[in-house]
């Protein structure tokens, strides 16, 4: 083929010709007929040649494309705006309505291949201004704050610059054992990193476990705190029927009292004074205090499932000042 290269203008000429004449048959028998080598159909000057063939049945449309016009002629108004340099002006543009976002997020996974879930609520458009996050249990054997945590999740608008983050269980494998520790009998509630960790009480139902933060659950926990740095902590324990003091905000343990019914109260977990207690609470109290404030709250060891939904969903959303409405 590559002696026939100096005549492919030639060919190619004769084959348009052709072609428009109509078919490769034709094409191909014209060129055989001229003496010269049948062209691979494969070979591009075939192929554009053949592409421009089926044209013809496609100018019907052009008379469709007259009508559109109208529809593009804004277009030409927008096209002088457009400089390269950057100079926004933010007034001609209306802001953006806010949209209520809700989204889901695996936090972390359990030994056991349970999935830790986040869910959230917040808007578009908006800067945030107050995090919330209702923790609704740590303890699988405490059952009544998974209520609590639903019935945010289901029925609580935050207001605008406001999200809240419900993580209904860190400890999935405990709550579907009915365990207050974890699958590996684990206290959650005793394995964060902070000076009063121990592991000492392995078999125990508050075993630190073997390390400071060993398990996945706190591991994904903490992770996720970290980054989200909350305004409030609402992490829901039973049975003792207190809001746990930590004077840290006390306009916040007052309302959440309040809404709760319940009196503010010390709870000690056993760690010496002057170290920090390896909770959830103590531990981002202690590093992340400056962000926010982390509060346990305990429920009484039976209430119902009016007080653990409704009434506690709106203390907790009430007393963090997150709640625009229901709905
Ligand atoms: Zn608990």
Do not use: C
């Amino acid at each position: 083929m590559k002696h026939v290269v100096g005549r492919v203008p030639v060919r190619s000429l004769v084959l348009v010709t052709v072609l428009s004449l109509g078919g490769t048959a034709l094409a191909t028998s014209a060129a055989s007929a001229l003496g010269r080598d049948v062209p691979d159909p494969s070979e591009p000057a075939v192929e554009a040649t053949s592409t421009t063939s089926p044209t013809p049945t496609v100018s019907p449309t052009p008379t469709a494309s007259p009508t559109p016009s109208p529809t593009a002629s804004p277009t030409p108004t927008a096209s002088p705006t457009p400089k390269p340099t950057a100079t926004p002006k933010p007034t001609p543009k209306p802001k953006p309505t806010p949209k209520l976002i809700t989204r889901s997020a695996v936090l972390g996974t359990t030994v056991q291949g349970r999935r830790i879930m986040g869910y959230y609520r917040g808007w578009s458009h908006t800067t945030q201004k107050r995090t919330l996050v209702v923790l609704g249990q740590m303890h699988g054997d405490e059952k009544a704050g998974l209520q609590t945590a639903d019935w945010v999740r289901r029925n609580v608008k935050p207001t605008k610059g406001s999200e809240i983050w419900v993580i209904p269980t860190m400890n999935p494998d405990g709550n579907a054992r009915g365990t207050r520790t974890n699958a590996r009998g684990v206290d959650l509630n005793r394995n964060w990193g902070t000076s009063g960790y121990r592991s000492s009480g392995k078999g125990t139902r508050t075993w630190g476990g073997p390390r400071a933060a060993s398990e996945r659950e706190t591991k994904a926990v903490a992770a996720f705190l970290r980054r989200k740095r909350p305004d409030y902590i609402a992490s829901v324990h039973q049975p003792f029927g207190v809001v746990v003091r930590t004077d840290k905000d006390r306009g916040w343990e007052r309302r959440l009292a309040d809404a709760l019914g319940l009196p503010i109260r010390e709870v000690g977990v056993g760690t010496p004074s002057g170290l920090t207690s390896p909770t959830l609470t103590g531990w981002y109290n202690r590093y992340y205090g400056r962000h926010g404030t982390a509060t346990t709250l305990e429920y009484r060891a039976s209430v119902s499932s009016a007080y653990a939904g409704r009434r506690a969903g709106l203390a907790i959303t009430g007393a963090a000042r997150v709640r625009a409405r229901l709905g």
